[in-house]
């Protein structure tokens, strides 16, 4: 357990709250609450990690209820994700920190290609939905930063975004459960409440926001290239990389993306031009 002096739980709140708004749309938002546990008010990492896990399902919460009439998620889906999330949080039972401190950034950057090369998984005639959800929720389960990336390419199409939040509902609540009963006296049940609130109301704005958006692969696809995009700055700081330099890394990719889509654009309009002359 850790001490919590009462200052700090406005502080969990707004992190918690942050947090459920981008896991909700883009992802990664559990980095962002972990970072200010553990560098704004020094919760040691572990105990931050815990925190973060329990707290997770709270981001999908409101989050699935608003998606709930645009997702395309099946009961197959949703039980071969829990089992993955589910066998993840009893490793996490056990697990030493420093396993889940050192593999987080290779998983962070395998997530950030997979988004990348979905336009391209599409012509592929393998049967990796299934698998792949396994595999995410596998990695949800144990180390919990960009579970999102993972999931996002296994739920391809136009409604990709509302389908990863309804089914990570169940799968953070597969970590959650086992983490609570097999090791309760290792969670700060303080934290886990305070992050939880602002999940809750995060995760319905995050929501609320996507259900805005139209429903179009492409809108599903610039999505995705922003989750990339955040995964990429996210694997620099779990790296070693300061706050800043991450937000660099991102912000640049952002921009190279933002360039060639232009000129994608651009070259189309032109052949179309030039086609119809």
């Known amino acids: 357990m850790v001490d919590i002096v009462d200052n700090a739980v406005l502080v969990m709140i707004l992190a918690g709250l942050a947090a459920g708004l981008i896991n909700s749309t883009l992802g990664f938002g559990n980095l962002l609450s972990f970072v200010v546990l553990t560098s704004v008010l020094g ?8 925190a973060n896990q329990v707290s997770a399902p ?3 919460a409101t989050a699935a209820w608003v998606s709930r009439k645009r997702h395309a998620a099946t009961w197959r889906m949703v039980l071969v994700g829990g089992l993955g999330t589910g066998a993840g949080g009893v ?9 889940v401190h050192n593999a987080a950034p290779v ?8 988004l990348v090369l979905v336009p391209a998984m599409r012509h592929w005639h393998v049967r990796w ?4 959800l396994a595999l995410a929720g596998l990695w949800g389960g ?4 960009g579970v999102g990336s993972f999931v996002m390419p296994c739920v391809d199409g136009p409604t990709a975004g509302p389908t990863r939040n309804v089914l990570c509902f169940p799968m953070g609540l597969a970590v959650a459960i086992p983490l609570v009963i097999l090791s309760p006296g290792r969670i700060t049940w303080v934290m886990v409440a305070a992050l939880s609130a602002g999940m809750l109301v995060g ?3 995050g929501s609320r ?7 179009r692969q492409s809108t599903s696809d610039q999505l995705r290239m922003v989750m990339a995009v955040m995964a990429l700055g996210a694997a620099v700081f779990l790296y070693g990389g300061s706050v800043l330099t991450a937000l660099s890394v991102a912000a640049s990719a952002l921009l190279i993306v933002a360039g060639l889509t232009a000129l994608r654009h651009h070259s189309l309009r032109h052949h179309a031009t030039v086609g119809g002359s």
């Not at 040691?44 to 815990?50: D, F, G, K, S």
């Not at 926001?209 to 429903?215: I, V």
């Open 58 to 60: 709270a981001s999908f």
């Open 129 to 132: 939905q299934l698998p792949g």
């Open 43 to 50: 919760v040691p990492a572990l105990a931050a990690h815990l």
């Open 203 to 205: 995760g319905y704005l």
């Open 91 to 99: 490793a996490l039972a056990w697990i030493p920190a420093d396993w």
């Open 107 to 114: 998983g962070v950057l395998a997530g950030a290609l997979l």
């Open 142 to 145: 144990t180390v919990g930063a």
């Open 209 to 215: 926001f996507l259900a805005w958006l139209p429903a």
